[in-house]
Structure formats: structure tokens, C-alpha cells
């Protein structure tokens, strides 16, 4: 049996890059709203949430994640 190394979110560079401005946008939120961190979930969710809704460049029909993701 042999086993794979785990790989760590600081060896890929693209989920790095994505983790970290999800993060900052969910940040800003709170700031801007004046949260508290007990929001901070929801802040996340709503980060995701608005990337999601977004066009990407590395989809090239040029349509958001959430609507690819659900074509029939």
C-alpha cells in the first residue's frame, strides 16, 4: 500500500490566490457593515456566494460558475 502526500493550500498557488481574496472580501464586508465576528460565516458565504454569481475567464462560454455548474 502506498500513500500520497497530502497537499498543503500553500503549495497550490491558484487556491492560495482565491483563499486569500475571498477572505479579504469577506473582511471588507464586516468592516464596511460594521459586524460583529460572530458574522464572520456568513461574510464567507456571502464572499463565495458573489464569486460564484461572477463571469471567470477560465470558463470560456463566458457564463458564471453557478450557471455552468447547473446547465442541463
Same mark, same amino acid.
Given at each position: %500500500?502506498?500513500? @500520497? /502526500?497530502? !497537499?498543503?493550500?500553500? @503549495?497550490?498557488?491558484? #487556491?492560495?490566490? !482565491?483563499?486569500?481574496? $475571498? %477572505?479579504?472580501?469577506?473582511?471588507? +464586508? %464586516?468592516? @464596511?457593515?460594521?459586524?460583529? =465576528?460572530?458574522?464572520? #460565516? =456568513?461574510?464567507?458565504? +456571502?464572499?463565495?456566494?458573489?464569486?460564484?454569481? $461572477?463571469? +471567470?475567464?477560465? !470558463?470560456?462560454? *463566458?457564463? +458564471? /460558475?453557478? *450557471? *455552468?455548474?447547473? =446547465? *442541463?
Amino acid at each position: %500500500m502506498s500513500c @500520497q /502526500p497530502h !497537499i498543503l493550500p500553500a @503549495q497550490n498557488a491558484v #487556491a492560495e490566490g !482565491i483563499n486569500c481574496a $475571498l %477572505m479579504e472580501s469577506a473582511c471588507a +464586508t %464586516m468592516a @464596511q457593515a460594521s459586524l460583529p =465576528e460572530c458574522y464572520w #460565516a =456568513e461574510a464567507g458565504s +456571502t464572499a463565495v456566494y458573489l464569486r460564484n454569481c $461572477l463571469p +471567470t475567464r477560465s !470558463i470560456e462560454e *463566458k457564463v +458564471t /460558475p453557478f *450557471k *455552468k455548474w447547473y =446547465e *442541463k
